[in-house]
């Protein structure tokens, strides 16, 4: 009893703990507990060290004095290595310590981000020289390490590859290279061809992206006239990633004749013979021609062909149906003579299945073995229980039924056999007798 009112004190009275950092790496960790003994605040370390907790009074105090500090730092080093100037550095030296500060402030910029815990950056770069033009660009390589359960998308990784090409003079955004923690290459480096031309991922994202955008801006143009169960919609873009550079040229007719400028004019005459009055005169005209070179190189990723496919109900009538078609194919932005194709079918009621978040986690299929123990059901939902059940309800509801049968034949008057119809005959007649004697 002492020992238990004792700790209800203790926790009573012991000053409650807040999380001042988590998620901390080991270097981080070491220097924040080392500069709060130098501040002789009382701390805790939990989780394995990667967690700091402080008095709850002082954690807002003791978080804002770190950070003023420039702690935790990371372990990214950045420009700071210049406030101390030593100016007997060597020029090489210089420029080490320019590219370590670079690659630093880019790893906390990364850092930053939702859902990265860590970053490495590490950069190539080339210095103008004499023949600097002959010479690869700047290359540059980041690796990421995400919280568990994260992902980066094609927008996010798009995104890092142009913060770093930025950020490094000479650097183009198709010469970074980002990987994860397991050394798995995300975005850039060897998939990706020659000339930006994008690699599969990025074309299946193309892809995928142009359909969705397509098939809302469809589904919002039924949505005006129908319920959302009423039609579905589905599209297929197919893209063409071939990059094509055409080359014309036609001449043109300057002058104010239109037959060009006239280059070199020569004109003869020749005398007749005698008796001949009219000399023979020759005028020969050399005209220059200007050119119109046109070059058209297309981009590759082009719409080469649409199909969508639309099913509506049932109540639509034929005109109904026309201009339906119309208006889908203005929506998608369909051009038959391309070879896009427009499929409308009139069926009954449509399960559409609520729309899925950008970010929502993917659900993989499990892949049992062929040997494997059939799972168990849970209690009370096995097949024969539920056949129980189905068999009990049949059982009551048969003997409702006959209840009711019963019911309804001890309403109805009982029929008379033939001695008991006998019988009253015979009183009748009596009765009849009686009354015509009396």
Known sequence: MVLATLAVLYWLLAPRQQTLFNNLRQADAAEIVQTLGEWKVPYRLTDGGTTITVDEARVYDTRMKLVSAGIPKGGHVGFELFNESDFGVTEFAQKVNYQRALQGEIERT???????????????????GLFAEQEDGSKASVALSLSPGQSLGRRQLDGIRSLVAASVEGLKPEHVSVLDSQGALLSGGSTELVGGTADEQTRGDRKSALEKTLTTRVADLLGKTMDAGDFA????????????????????????????????????????????????????????????????????????????AVVVPVRLDDVELYRLRSLVAAAAGMDFERGDQLEISRLGQVAVAPPVADDAPVVKPAIVPADAAPAQRPAGTTPAATSGWHLIAAAGLGMLVALLWFGLRRRQPARLTAQEREQALQKMRLWLQDGSAS
């Open 233 to 308: 919609v589905s599209v297929d873009a197919t893209l063409n990633y071939d990059a094509v550079r055409e080359v014309s040229e036609r001449p043109v007719a300057l002058g104010e004749q239109g037959n060009g400028l006239v280059q070199r004019r020569r004109t003869t005459t020749q005398v007749q013979a005698e008796g001949s009055t009219t000399p023979r005169q020759e005028e020969d005209t050399k005209y220059v021609l200007g050119t119109s070179r046109q070059e058209v190189s297309r981009a590759p990723g082009r719409v080469e062909r649409l199909s969508v």
């Open 110 to 128: 990364i850092t930053s981000m939702p859902g990265v815990l860590d970053a490495r950056v590490h950069l190539t770069i080339r210095r103008q």
